[in-house]
């Protein structure tokens, strides 16, 4: 029998590239790595300054019985009440006007650059109106998760209604098609990455707006929560919140990743998306 050159050549098995560490090792790694860093930086400052600055791994696990036995559900509930509607209105009002400025082109030529401009304003700064109309309630929550919500939206969807390719709409009226025939089966397939984007930009805006609101001025909420604790010098009660927030963005990115993929809508992969929220 007759053996292939190459498989008696060391320098041709030398030369395959080496299998890549799956995606899921590289996370659990980078996860581990921050693990190690946080408790290298909690022994540092134990010794340095203070231990309360970084608490030690297991002194934050502790903490989270003081937060789970206080009224954590409570606020968990009413930052999701906020979150829900904020989002309903910001998304709803988003489309609708991005549509109907896409679709008419002298309403967008004045509206669009002042929405573009009032875009680049942080909304934390409008707080302060919102409180002089709504109180301190839940309705100024609302109002705030909704406005941050809103532009993200708003102008992904004017882009993605100009963007339509002009062959298709050109097709379209060969084709002799209804204006509702040329929105429901031209403009929203195409607009639909776009669209998708602008929603989840949304989404992320709508939280940080509703938990930056809630550490300003509020009744109740995860965001007043942390303040809370902050105030009473709870640290790794404090800490122990915000993990939670952070685990939870990521977990909302990467379900809000799958969804794109599944309606192909995006292809991004939920470790980027992560960075929105």
């Keep these: ?45 134990a010794r340095l300054a203070t231990a309360d600055f970084f608490p030690h791994l297991w002194t934050l696990a502790a903490a989270y019985g003081e937060v789970f036995s206080s009224r954590f559900a409570t606020d968990v509930a009413l930052t999701g009440y906020e979150l829900f509607w904020g989002l309903l209105f910001g998304i709803g009002s988003g489309l609708l006007l991005g549509l109907a400025l896409g679709l008419n082109h002298f ?29 301190v309630g839940v309705e100024s929550k609302i109002a705030m998760a909704a406005l941050s919500t809103f532009f993200p939206v708003v102008l992904h969807t004017i882009t993605a ?34 669209v998708y984007s602008g929603i989840r930009l949304g989404i992320a805006a709508g939280i940080i707006g509703t938990l930056m609101a809630e550490t300003k001025a509020a009744q109740g909420g995860v965001g007043y929560r942390v303040i809370y604790y902050y105030s009473q010098y709870d640290i790794p009660e404090m800490y122990a919140v915000l993990i939670l927030v952070f685990v939870f963005s990521i977990a909302l990115a990467s379900v809000l990743g799958w969804i794109g993929r599944r309606l192909r809508l995006s292809d991004s992969d939920p470790a980027e998306e992560g960075a929105l929220l």
């Design 161 to 194: 209604a100009t963007e339509v390719r002009p062959l298709w709409l050109s097709a379209a009226r060969v084709l002799r098609a209804s204006a509702l025939q040329r929105l429901r089966y031209v403009y929203l397939p195409a607009m639909a990455p776009s």
């Design 107 to 135: 309403a967008r030529e004045i509206v669009e650059p002042l929405l573009v401009y009032l875009g680049t304003v942080p909304k934390i700064v409008l707080y302060p109106v919102l409180l002089l109309f709504l109180t």
């Design 1 to 45: 029998m007759t053996v292939p050159a190459a498989a008696l050549d060391p320098g041709t098995r030398s030369n395959r590239p080496a299998r890549a560490p799956s995606l899921s090792r590289v996370r659990l790694a980078g996860v581990l790595g921050v693990l190690v860093l946080w408790e290298a930086a909690a022994t540092l400052f």
